[in-house]
């Protein structure tokens, strides 16, 4: 089983980014479980989503405290994010000079505030980060091709799924390990 | 049929869409919101028809549904916590005079404090209105459920609560088998009768002096129970279309059982982990589920006892000065002394398998003994 | 106008002899006849239908919990649109308790939503059923159980037909039965509009009003014609005073009831004053949108 967390604040579009992960994966054919993470939210304060991954039912009915992977839509949040040992983290940044080389944790970025942007997704002060990031996350994790992606988006996303995919193909090519 | 990545609430809305609902009354609250949005959209977009009231409170959503349903119609509301506490007497009445009102409860802990997470106490405290009670442990069962309790509930003139932990699987998506046509032979099949017809004036719920009162009760009390021999009956009907069994109490794992884990809603699916991981350590362990809590499954249960040297109940629900309330029902209605009562996981709190596997041992090794309330901290 | 001779209603229901709500009912179901669903709350009405097995309105009846009226006859109302049966009359009818208190959230919501029922409050200015009980229906000066004499009521009574107005329904009148065709026409008019409409009746009541059973209609009469009671309607917005009070000196009104044996002086002149300040507010709407 896999355990992905993703993190943003309110606006950027976590839970949905949770959801169509989760539904990207079910395409592939494995088992899936969307767990948002329902709190006092608000435009801005933390956001949680997490998705569960296997080859078989999903049975786990309790909160995920570190998952194995987490795709960071706002790295300001990065200090209070739990990560299991060895796990990867996928940042949305465009600097990575602040990261430390770590052996138990394996870093990658994207400039996805940039590639949001490019797309017309979302406005400056808010780029709509979530669809570039699930790009880059197929990159990185190899688990779904690029093509279920792009359908996933077709069916939950209407007219504007052009261009969120093209949003995903631009991290897919740009993302780089730290 | 196909296979969506849904939630519970999702769940219910696609089985209230499919279930051929004349009227849904309804008021908001988290964390059933999404059940009622979810339907309210159907009807705009015209694939459902039924008329929504959006009355302006939960005693009026009862209220609403009250007369829908007996003026025949078929009748879906939704609630949790603070509303269906609030709808409380209209509850009863609901119940006693025998309309066959679906509705679905979002499991959510009783204020104060605020809450919004997951308690089964809400609905538990509604035990005694006559309701038959459903619990349901994930999205698919649900949705499932939904269909069979229009069903049952016309079958046996008695309204139905399915009950859903708040979040853990209102909110929690997985993959649900939604039927097309194939639900039809079965859904379409409707029991409904109106109380209130111009042709035949009667008066439903008059004075009753006790001469009266007793025998309606006597009545009702016996509408109620013939439930689960119903809800059998509906079920194999259900099976066949489904190829999914629905029993009042579910069993997982060996016969004979060193421990047995009786569990209720979320906690189910949590601990079927807990079951395995005990058998791998050759404890013989066994999960016993309860998903129907009213009538309460007392034979259902004694047989799934059976040749259990102990029993742990986990109770995501507490009644103050007492204990958990699954526990007390099982001991009141089977009589037996080797069980012992877990209340945990309130207020949302986390019950991991491990949780679980930890008091399993603890019992059989003898260090707890008394009913126990779990948390280890934040 | 002829007073529809048939009789829904029977005879033999359980009504205090000289009941104004007995009366009211009669003339309603007169008027909207037999495809006529009523729901009753707790209320004078639950006692006065029958007991178990009984059913004196002579039409189906529900009765449900205190506050619910207004939603359960919504209730009804959406099941009948979804049957397509659009040739029954759902009504409420309820005290004024069941109206002007514990009901009136139920009862905005409805208008609100402009649900398709009648919503009729017979109102005996007081918790009657329960033996005689200051209700916010009660008139300023009032003895009842809960204002005894000397402290008896000192607010003014609730305006509910102003209250049902700020929701804009199409239909709102007030009756009595002392005029029965007035109030079969309301009804009848009632029946013939869509949404929501209320029916307001005063409705005296012997043994709490303390009074001669005989003098029911009287009473109604003379509050109509000292100007307690005022007769209008506001239909689609407009208002239409049917009847202009005489101002009959209205301390004949009061010496006639024993529930106002021991008002103060001053309270009857707050009364008095009370009725002409609601007069005044009454004529100033009637000439601005009439």
Known sequence: MKEIGLHGRGGQGVVMAGELLANIYFKEGYEVQFMPSYGAERRGSPSNAYVRIDNKRILYRYSIKAPDEIIVLNVTLLPNLLLKEGGVALLNSSDSSNLKKSDKIKFFVVDANRIALECKLGTPAIPLVNTALLGAYCKISGDFSLDTLKKIYEEKMGKKAYLNIEAAEKAYESVREV | ?378 | MIIPKEEIMKSNHLACPGCGAALAMRLALKALGKKTIVVIPACCWTIINGTWGNNFAGVPVFHTAFATTAAVAAGIRATLEMQGKDDITVMGWAGDGGTFDIGLQALSGAAERNDDIIYVCYDNEAYMNTGIQRSSATPIGAETTTTPSPIVKDRPKKDLMEIVAAHDVPYIASATVAYPTDLIKKFQKAKSKKGFKLIHILSPCPPGHKFPENKTVEISKLAVETGVFLLYEIEDGKYRINKKPKFKDLDEYLDIQGRFRNTPKEQREALKEAIKKRWEYLLVKAEHFG
């Open chain 2, 1 to 378: 049929m196909k296979r969506l990545v849904l939630g519970g609430n999702d769940a219910v809305a696609y089985a209230v869409k499919q279930s051929h609902v004349d009227v849904v009354s309804a008021y908001p609250i988290t964390p059933q919101t999404s059940i009622i949005e979810k339907i309210a959209s159907f009807i705009a977009s015209g694939d459902m028809k039924a008329r929504f009231i959006k009355v302006e409170s939960e005693h009026s959503a009862m209220a609403a549904a009250m007369g829908a349903s007996a003026a025949g119609g078929r009748v879906f509301t939704a609630t949790s916590s603070q509303g269906l506490l609030y709808m409380h007497e209209v509850l009863h009445w609901a119940a006693g005079a025998s309309l066959p009102i679906v509705m679905a409860n979002a499991n959510r802990a009783v204020a104060p404090p605020w809450s919004i997470w997951a308690e089964q106490t809400d609905s538990l405290s509604q035990r005694d209105t006559g309701w038959i009670q459903f619990y349901a442990s994930n999205s698919q069962e649900a949705y499932d459920i939904l269909f069979l309790s229009f069903r049952l509930a016309e079958r046996v003139k008695n309204p139905v609560m399915v009950c859903m932990d708040g979040f853990l699987v209102t909110h929690t998506k997985e993959p649900v088998v939604i039927f097309g046509d194939e639900i039809e032979e079965f859904i379409s099949v409707k029991e409904t009768t109106p109380l209130l017809e111009v042709d035949r004036p009667k008066a439903i719920g008059a004075l009753a002096f006790p001469q009266d009162y007793m025998p309606v009760k006597i009545e009702q009390h016996k509408r109620i129970s013939s439930a689960l021999a119903e809800f059998k009956t509906l079920s194999d009907q259900f099976e066949k279309i489904s190829s999914r069994r629905y029993d009042p109490v579910y069993v997982y794992g060996e016969e004979n059982a060193d421990i047995v884990i009786v569990a209720m809603g979320s906690n189910a699916e949590t601990a079927h982990l807990a079951v395995d991981l005990l058998n791998r350590d050759g404890i013989k362990s066994k999960l016993v589920k309860i998903v129907m809590f009213r009538p309460f499954p007392k034979d259902e249960l004694i047989k799934a006892f059976e040749g259990a040297e102990k029993i742990a109940v986990f109770d995501r629900n507490i009644s103050m000065g007492k204990g958990g309330i699954t526990k007390d029902e099982i001991v009141g209605a089977l009589g037996i002394n080797n069980v012992v009562g877990i209340v945990c996981g309130l207020g949302g709190a986390d019950v991991t398998e491990n949780d679980m596997v930890k008091v399993a041992k603890d019992i059989l090794e003898g260090k707890i003994q008394e009913d126990m309330i779990l948390w280890g901290g934040r």
